[in-house]
């Protein structure tokens, strides 16, 4: 291109933070670039949880909308935000190398992960799934805002912990915190990965950002969005899914949840690599056929 390439990004810290590293690699490339950043209606509105808000991509719709109006060139999202469908006219281009893909909890203090009954806050629907089902004794509260208002407000709160997705502490170096890694706790689809997407039509984009797609990482999180959207989840359905490369197969596991955590099914399975188009589909419909479609069905005709 003659000119530089428009990077839309929202402009929370850790949303700057993908962007500029987007435009490391771009220059590595030799590509020129520009940030665009554009504040999106999850950032605008931090008292409704997400859950309620009734749009799916509510942390990506305002780009999508900027990319189809030629605004921007091309938007890097946080993959596990992005709906399972994009918007015609717009087409995943790469997908970086995946960073850490669990969740931690970051207590307020050493004592407070010892109490008998806590309160933990996350804004997510499955953490409290999956936490309610581990501590039932717990209570849940909401929690909205960029990483650094969360961590500020679990401080100033009467709140105990608060739940957090690896990648974003270690991304924006969050140090100094009491943290405890969650490896019971299935992570969002395509948590931890990075996606890049630009309109269909420019083919000459596609072509220049091919490098940085990272084959392990799309075929994974094909995968667990497959998995995700053919459960009908998104950010309204507490879902779980991991695919992760095992020599030449993957491993999977994937899980749906009751909101109070009484219930839930899950099924772990490994299959070659070289299989990976249509798993994450089939995977989900023998989940809904050994239980998953009544737990679904409870949960929508609870919300």
């Not at 850490?100 to 909890?105: N, W």
């Not at 999977?252 to 219930?263: D, P, V």
Request: some cysteine.
């Amino acid at each position: 291109m003659n000119r530089p390439l428009l990077i839309g990004t929202r402009d929370s810290p850790l949303a700057l933070w993908q962007a500029n590293t987007l435009g490391e690699k771009l220059n590595d490339l030799g590509i020129d670039f520009k940030l665009v950043p554009v504040k999106s209606q999850g950032d605008l509105d931090l008292t409704q949880p997400l859950y309620s808000m009734g749009i799916t991509g509510i942390f990506t719709k305002t780009l999508d909308i900027a990319l189809l109006n030629k605004t921007i060139d091309i938007a890097i999202h946080s993959m596990k935000d992005v709906p399972t469908l994009l918007p015609e006219g717009i087409v995943q281009t790469a997908v970086l190398e995946r960073g850490p893909v669990g969740d931690i909890v970051v207590w307020k203090n050493k004592e407070a992960k010892h109490k008998t009954k806590r309160v933990i806050a996350t804004g997510s629907l499955r953490r409290k799934a999956q936490w309610l089902g581990l501590h039932p004794n717990d209570l849940i509260v909401d929690l909205r805002g960029n990483i650094q208002t969360r961590i500020e407000k679990l401080h100033n709160a009467a709140w105990d912990g608060a739940i957090f997705a690896e990648a974003a502490l270690e991304r924006l170096a969050i140090e100094n915190e009491e943290i405890e890694r969650l490896t019971n706790l299935l992570p969002a689809p395509a948590q931890g990965a990075l996606m890049i997407v630009s309109r269909t039509e420019d083919t000459e984009i596609h072509r220049l950002l091919a490098p940085l797609n990272n084959r392990e990482a799309a075929f994974c999180t094909q995968i667990e969005r497959d998995f995700l959207r053919t459960l009908e989840g998104g950010c309204t359905a507490p879902i779980g899914a991991l695919a992760k490369f095992n020599g030449t197969d993957i491993d999977f596991s994937g899980g749906l949840y009751a909101l109070n955590g009484k219930k839930k099914t899950e099924l772990s399975t490994r299959f070659s690599a070289k299989d990976y188009q249509e798993k994450g589909t089939e995977i989900a419909k023998q989940l809904l056929a050994q239980g998953g479609a009544a737990l679904m069905n409870e949960f929508k005709s609870n919300t």
